[in-house]
C-alpha cells in the first residue's frame, strides 16, 4: 500500500472503456444491491401513511408517528453502517454485502405482517441494519475492483441508478393504487408494497456464488497481516490524524445532504398528497376516490422527483470530474437549498409537479458526490469503514430530522389547527429545516480537492 505520492493523471475518454467482463459483472452487482436498497427505502417512504392508518390507535397522529418510524428506520441505518462498514474492511465486501441485502429484504417484507405500531417499528429498525451497510460495501466494492480511470464514472453511475430503484418504488405504487377498492382492499396497498421489497433477497444467490473479493483488498489483508495494519479499525481511523481530519469533515459534509433529504426532501409525498386532498374535495370528490388519487399522485411525484435525481447525479459526476469535487459540491448545496425552500413554499398542486424534478435533481445531485468524494479519502483496510462511517453516523443526527420537523409543524400550528393551518405549519417547518443545506456549503471550504490525484494507498505512510 506504499508507491508513490504524485498525481494520477487526468481521467480522459469514455470511463468504461476496456472493462471485461468480470468487471460489468462487479459493478452490476453492485448497482443492484444499491438500487434494490433504495427500492425498498421509497416503498416504507410510500407506505409509510397507510400503514400507519392501519397499525394505529384511534386518535393517534398518523404524521407524528409516521415521523417516529422514520427516525427509528434511520437510526438502525446509520448503527448498520457503522457495524457492516467496519466488517467489510475485515472480513471482505462481497460475503458482507450479501448478508445485508438479506436482512434488508427479508426484514422488509416481514414488516407487511406487522399487527402494531411495536413489531412494525422493530422490523424498520433491523431492515435499516440491513440498509445502512450496503452504500459503504458497494463503493468500496466498485472502488476497489474496477481500474483507475473508471471509478469517477462508475461510482457515479452506481449512485444516479439508485433513482431508478426510487421510481420503480413509484411505479409500485401507482399500480398497486389503481388495484385499491377492486383486486386488493382499500387501504391495503402498503402490505403489498412490503412485500414486493421481499424480493432482491434472491440476489444474494448471485453475490455468493460468483462475487469474489477485490484483489487490491485481497493484496492489502495479506500484506497487513505481516505488518500488523488495522483493517476496520475505528482505533485507527481516529487515533491516525490524517485519516481523524478527512473522517470527521465527511461526517459533516454528509449529514448536511442526509438531514436535508430524508428530514425535508422525502417528506414530500405528504405535501402531495394533502394538496391533492385539498383540492379533490373542493371538486367533492367521493372520500374512496380521493384515497385511491393520493396513492396514485404520490407515485407520480416519486417518479419525478427521481426522474430529477438521475439527471443531477449526473450532471453532477460530469461537473465533478471536469472541474472538481468542491466546485460541484458548492453549487450543488446551494440549489439544494433554494429549490427546497421554493418546493415546500409554492406546490400548489398537479400543475406544479415540475417542481419536484427541480428538488430531485438538486438534493440527490449531492449524493452523486458522496459516492465519488468519499472513498477517495481513505485507504484500502479502512475504505469501507472510513466511508460508511461518513455516510451513516450522521443518520443518528438525520434520524432527528423526522422527529423535528413533525415537532416544528405541531409547534406552528397551534391549537385545535385547521387543515389549512396544519398546512401552512407543514410548509414552514420545512423552509426552517432547509437551513441545513448551508452547513454543508460551509463545510466544502475546509475540504481537499481530490480530482486527478491518487487513492490514499498509493501515498507514502506518514512516519
Known sequence: MSSTDTASKP???IWWKDLTPYHWFVFTVACLAWLFDCLDQQLFLL???????????????????????TTIF?????????????????????KTLAFTVLLYSVCTGLSAFSKGWIDFAIYRFVTGLGVGGVFGLSVALVADSLPEHARTGALGLLQALSAVGNITAGCIA???GNLEGTSIEAGMSWKYMFLIGALPAFLCVFILVRLKEPEKWVAARAEGKLTGAKFGSYASLFGEARWRRPALLGMCLCISGVVGLW???????????????????????????????????????MIVQNIGAFCGMIAFTKAAQRWGRKPAFSVAFLAAFIATVGYFQLFNGK??????????????????GFAIYLPELFPTRLRSTGVSFCYNVGRFIAACGPFLQGQMTVWFAGVNPSPEAKLAAFR?????????????????????ETKDQPMPEDAVPEK
Not at 47 to 69: E, F, Q, S, T
Not at 74 to 94: C, E, K, N, P
Not at 294 to 301: M, Q, S
Not at 430 to 447: A, N
Request: include cysteine; glycine fraction near 16%; charge should be positive.
Open 174 to 176: 401507482i399500480v398497486l
Open 263 to 301: 428530514g425535508i426532501g422525502f417528506f414530500s409525498p405528504e405535501l402531495v398528497g394533502d394538496v391533492l386532498e385539498r383540492s379533490l374535495k373542493h371538486e367533492g370528490v367521493t372520500p374512496d376516490k380521493i384515497a385511491k388519487a393520493k396513492t396514485v399522485w404520490t407515485g407520480v411525484n
Open 351 to 368: 400543475g406544479d409537479i415540475w417542481m419536484s424534478f427541480v428538488m430531485g435533481f438538486c438534493q440527490l445531485a449531492l449524493f452523486a
Open 47 to 69: 407506505a409509510r401513511n397507510g400503514a400507519m392508518k392501519k397499525l394505529l390507535a384511534p386518535g393517534m397522529d398518523v404524521k407524528l408517528y409516521g415521523g417516529y418510524a
Open 74 to 94: 434511520v437510526a438502525g441505518w446509520a448503527t448498520g453502517g457503522l457495524i457492516f462498514g467496519a466488517v467489510g474492511d475485515r472480513f471482505g465486501r462481497a
Open 11 to 13: 481521467v480522459t475518454g
Open 428 to 448: 414552514n417547518a420545512c423552509g426552517w429545516m432547509s437551513l441545513v443545506f448551508l452547513l454543508g456549503l460551509v463545510v466544502v471550504f475546509f475540504l481537499r
